[in-house]
């Protein structure tokens, strides 16, 4: 990867719908080279898939929180299973120290994430400390 690659993810990642002839513009070079670019990303695994950023403040679930897991070494790979199939939680990852877990979830209110997820995730197997901490502001979303 280079800095025309570089570049080219830094804009995408602005407007991910951008014409070829635009990007090319942008970047000093031809659409097709551009084109070719991003295709080569592509096929490397570097650009997974295009997608669009939803302002959720246009929906119900606009309250933010990332919750921190603490789990048991044997259980791990079962508490990851139940927080990807939790349909409020968009984003989990596997972590160091202090936690073993940080997922990101939208929900309407704190009681639907203390029902839909905080209770329901304490049951679990496993499941050593749960610390949620919920969002007042949002400054940056990027994807």
Same mark, same amino acid.
């Given at each position: 990867?280079d800095?025309? $690659? #570089?570049?080219i993810? $830094?804009?995408?990642?602005? $407007? #991910?719908?951008?014409s070829?002839a635009?990007? #090319? !513009?942008?970047?000093g070079?031809?659409?097709?080279?551009?084109?070719?670019?991003?295709?080569?990303?592509?096929?490397? #695994? *570097?650009?997974?898939k295009?997608?669009?950023?939803?302002?959720?403040?246009?929906?119900?679930?606009? /309250?933010? !929180?990332? /919750?921190?897991?603490?789990? $048991? +070494?044997?259980?791990?790979?079962?508490?990851?299973?139940?927080?990807s199939d939790?349909?409020?939680?968009?984003?989990?990852?596997e972590? /160091?120290?202090?936690?073993d877990?940080?997922?990101?979830?939208?929900?309407?209110?704190? &009681?639907q994430?203390?029902?839909? *997820?905080?209770?329901?995730l304490?049951?679990l197997?496993g499941?050593?400390?749960?610390? +949620?901490?919920? &969002?007042?502001?949002?400054?940056?979303?990027?994807?």
């Open positions: 990867m800095e025309i $690659d #570089g570049a993810l $830094d804009e995408l990642q602005r $407007d #991910g719908r951008m070829m635009e990007l #090319g !513009t942008k970047l070079v031809a659409p097709s080279t551009a084109f070719k670019r991003i295709e080569k990303l592509k096929k490397q #695994g *570097i650009i997974e295009f997608t669009i950023a939803i302002n959720p403040s246009y929906f119900e679930h606009s /309250l933010v !929180t990332f /919750l921190t897991i603490r789990a $048991d +070494p044997e259980e791990k790979e079962a508490v990851a299973a139940f927080l939790l349909y409020l939680i968009s984003e989990v990852y972590t /160091l120290e202090p936690c877990f940080i997922a990101k979830a939208r929900v309407q209110t704190i &009681t994430l203390k029902m839909e *997820i905080l209770i329901p304490s049951e197997a499941v050593r400390e749960i610390r +949620p901490f919920i &969002t007042v502001k949002r400054y940056k979303e990027q994807f």
